[in-house]
């Protein structure tokens, strides 16, 4: 099960056919809602809760709740303040705060406005480990996916020494090491400078996270085990597989409640094709006004036992889709009437064709394209 936004929970846009009355939602009401985005594990990972204010439908943006008064408290009635680090991002002040299986923890925020509000009572669950993340190459399908080349999917395999039902969340980080196009071996700023490195800023790596939230339960499976349930799919389409990748899951134990909260998400994302099939709803989360009830809440705070794995994969045989950048060699012959404000100008001595420029600067600068060229300490070669 996946979902690309967790918080785009409300149906919208209008009728196609004329054998149903088309539905018009009230979309005011859902503006101007306190969102809670919060996650407790036991892991090493701080705390982290983001606030904001749901915008209207029709102008999706993310909207910070500054100045709020953050902490969790556990079973034992401690308290962790939680400090905003950036507008609406809240962490532990106790860098070394974390949670404790079995324990329970509940979240309590108070805003500039006098609002309170309280999350449920949630105990951490134990985690479960991951027994395998692999990949496995895959052609496009149509009958069972939208994929328009051929890439790796990846799956995950666990299985849990208890016999209740587990319910899990995986979230993932990717890491990718990529290439730009062309060396630099000299620069233009007025004149032609040989460049010393030409190949020193051609190589990055860059990390992302995974859009997809991906969940899952053993309710109707025994043994109470995971088996082959898919990731996310990387495609041929891009650089990411086109030298050495990995990703890093991240596997969170969570309640039945929290499952159900991203489950009814993901039904009614399904519907968004056709409002008048099913009326928008507010999905409600764990968190509750203190003094108003029935005031709409929306997110989850999320407290659960987290396990991980991290894999890698090399380049694989198989024929790749992305798009190099081409060399102009004709625009050579003008470089002295550029103007400065584009100074300095990469160019590379291609062998056997000679000096070319290229459109782009990230053609030669692999940083430009959001990559550092210095790898992660977590990187294997």
């Known amino acids: 099960m996946r979902i690309k936004n967790i918080f785009t929970i409300f149906l919208l846009l209008f009728s196609i056919t004329s054998c ?16 809670v985005d919060g996650l407790l594990t036991n892991g090493n990972e701080p705390v982290l809760v983001k606030l904001s204010v749901a915008s209207p439908v029709n102008d999706k943006q993310f909207i910070p709740q500054s100045d709020g008064k953050l902490y969790i408290t556990d079973e034992n009635g401690i308290i962790t303040q939680l400090s905003e680090t950036e507008p609406g991002t809240y962490k532990a ?13 509940q979240l309590h925020i108070t805003l500039p406005n006098g609002q309170s509000y309280n999350s449920d009572v949630c105990r951490l669950k134990a985690s479960t480990p991951i027994d395998s993340v692999y990949g496995i190459v895959e052609s496009p399908d149509f009958s069972k996916n939208n994929h328009h080349f051929p890439g790796i999917q990846f799956y995950i395999q666990n299985h849990s020494e208890v016999n209740d039902t587990s319910y899990y969340l995986w979230k993932l980080s990717q890491t990718y090491k990529y290439r730009s196009t062309f060396d630099i071996d000299f620069t233009w700023a007025g004149e032609f400078i040989p460049y010393p490195n030409p190949d020193s800023l051609r190589t990055c790596w860059r990390t992302t996270d995974v859009k997809d939230i991906l969940f899952s339960s053993t309710k109707y499976l025994n043994p109470n085990t995971i088996h082959q349930f898919p990731l996310h799919f990387v495609s041929t389409e891009t650089k990411l597989l086109s030298i050495r990748y990995s990703v890093l899951v991240k596997q969170l134990s969570i309640s039945e409640t929290a499952f159900n909260f991203y489950n009814a998400i993901e039904e009614q994302n399904i519907e968004q094709g056709g409002l008048w099939s099913q009326q928008p709803v507010q999905i409600l989360g764990n968190m509750h006004n203190v003094n108003n009830p029935e005031e ?21 045989d198989i024929e ?8 102009d060699f004709e625009s050579l012959r003008w470089i002295a009437f550029e103007p400065q404000s584009s100074w300095p100008i990469y160019i590379d ?26 790898p992660p300490s977590f990187w294997e070669d």
């Open 20 to 35: 149903v009355d088309e539905y018009w939602p009230e979309l005011d009401k859902y503006e101007n809602l306190l969102v």
């Open 93 to 105: 002040s106790d860098n070394f705060f974390c949670g404790q299986a079995g324990k329970t923890y």
């Open 296 to 316: 709409p809440v929306l997110g989850f705070f999320v407290v659960a036992g987290v396990s991980e794995k991290r894999v890698f994969i090399n380049r694989p």
């Open 320 to 327: 790749f889709y992305y798009t190099e950048c081409t060399p």
């Open 349 to 374: 001595d291609i062998m056997f064709l000679g000096l070319a420029m290229a459109e782009r600067k990230d053609c030669f600068d692999c940083r430009l394209n959001s990559g550092f060229l210095t």
